[in-house]
């Protein structure tokens, strides 16, 4: 019959652990069918849950109350009581020994007779560490014996019946060594100027510490003046004179670095108009009298030095800068009063 071979797949599909195979068969045969208690025993083994465990399992019974497994199976799940015709389903035995193979009861000889009895297999291991315990010591007493006889072979031997002789060390004595002596050139000519000064001066940079804060081109023009960069002194300072022209320390510094770059013309006219800024500017007339010294064109250079001096005394490179062009006007006398000043 179709059903008995379903059933029968059904169960092979348990067996082998195909829960889903097996619930889908033992459905449609209980579609078929639900009035098969076989049908629902079966169907309570794949179920999911407990609650259509115990649904298949009431269903068994309901069909066929005498059926002991549905029995037993609600009365574990705890849905029944166990009455006294049911019986628990015996525990399985279970043998837990290990069949063992029969020793060999042939009598033992030689060797393994000794090794067989423990008093004789302890004493033997015994025995051969003492063996072994004198062979080590016996080979570490021979090392030690060879190495003092040959430490002893290499020591020096001295006989105290041998006189000992101190033999002379040799001294070195240093050997002379002549002097000579190369003279002194001795200078012959006029004598300079510079001799005759109780101390010489220091020329410095000649500057005016006038502060102008609100123009950041006359800060930086100075830091360039101190760095040595004069063409970017002239940039900056041009730019504050532009910014202030009413100032004239900073057209004094714009003639200081023609000068100092060598664009006499740029800086006589920078002098000229710190000059017309500020007539009682020394500095300026300074300058000046410097360039004009310079491009030697016939201007009053002593006048210049002479009014820079009357204005501020403390200029020592006003009195320097004047006995220089004395010095190139061939007035050493005058030269020297500027440098004993």
């Known amino acids: 019959m179709p059903d008995d071979k379903m059933l029968k797949e059904a169960v092979d599909a348990i067996s082998k652990g195909q829960r889903v195979r097996a619930r889908d068969l033992l459905t449609r045969l209980l579609r078929a069918d639900q009035n098969n208690p076989e049908y629902w025993l079966w169907m309570s083994s794949v179920v999911e849950t407990q609650n259509e465990r115990v649904y298949c399992l009431e269903s068994v019974l309901r069909l066929d109350p005498a059926n002991t497994a549905a029995q037993r199976g609600l009365i574990l799940m705890g849905v029944r009581r166990p009455g006294e015709d049911v019986r628990p389903v015996p525990m399985p035995k279970r043998r837990f020994g290990l069949d063992l193979t029969e020793e060999d009861d042939a009598p033992k000889t030689g060797l393994k007779k000794i090794w067989a009895n423990k008093k004789y297999r302890y004493s033997s291991l015994g025995g051969l560490l003492v063996v072994l315990i004198l062979i080590f010591a016996l080979g570490y007493q021979g090392f030690r014996s060879a190495m003092d006889a040959r430490s002893a072979a290499l020591a020096p031997t001295y006989d105290w019946r041998t006189p000992l002789v101190m033999l ?4 070195f004595l240093p050997t002379p060594t002549a002097v000579v002596k190369s003279p002194t050139p001795t200078y012959i000519g006029p004598t300079p100027l510079w001799m005759k000064l109780e101390a010489t001066y220091t020329p410095a940079p000649v500057y005016v510490n006038t502060p102008h804060a609100i123009i950041d081109a006359y800060r930086l023009g100075i830091r360039a003046y101190y760095s040595g960069d004069y063409h970017k002194m002239l940039d900056f300072m041009r730019q504050a004179s532009k910014l202030d022209e009413d100032a004239a320390d900073l057209h004094y510094y714009v003639g200081e670095a023609c000068r100092l770059i060598g664009d006499n013309e740029c800086a006589l006219e920078a002098y000229n108009k710190s000059i017309e800024v500020n007539p009682n500017f020394a500095s300026a007339y ?44 061939n007035d050493p006398e005058s030269a020297l009063k500027d440098l004993e000043t």
């Not at 002379?168 to 001294?171: C, V």
């Not at 300058?287 to 009357?310: C, F, H, P, S």
Request: without cysteine; hydrophobic residues 40%; aromatic residues 8%.
């Open 168 to 171: 002379p060390t040799s001294t």
């Open 286 to 329: 300074l300058g000046r009298g410097r360039v004009l010294g310079a491009m030697n064109t016939g201007g009053d250079v002593a006048a210049d030095y002479q009014k820079a001096i009357e204005l501020d005394p403390n200029i020592p490179d006003a009195y320097l800068a004047r006995a220089d062009y004395f010095i190139h006007q």
